[in-house]
């Protein structure tokens, strides 16, 4: 569990790195782009899967996995679909709804 929220805290520190760096203009147009189209949202469904970890419901687990996947998959074909770029914002915003909800569900040690 404490390696679990190690990873979680890594994984939002990098975030909002990312985040920070693609709005100051110290890259290029393009670094920027991938900082904030691709980057930051992988980085997002990446803790939205560790953070499925720390529930202890079995849906709600399953559904941020599944959230995750949806946001990483939509970054990687947002290029040949549009349809990728809603599933990737749908995904994340489901994310985020279920955790708000489910917040009393997480395993204390």
Known sequence: MKLNSLILGLL????????L???????????????YQKLFYILMGLSLMVEAT?????????????SGIGTIAGVM?????????SIKNISLLLGFVITIFHVNDIKRD
């Open 12 to 19: 939002f520190f990098a975030t909002a790195i990312s985040l």
């Open 54 to 66: 720390m529930f202890s419901g079995k849906t709600v687990k399953i559904l941020l996995v599944l």
């Open 77 to 85: 074909f947002s290029q040949q679909n549009e349809t990728f770029l």
């Open 21 to 35: 760096l693609c709005w100051l203009p110290i890259f290029s147009v393009e670094t920027n782009d991938f900082l």
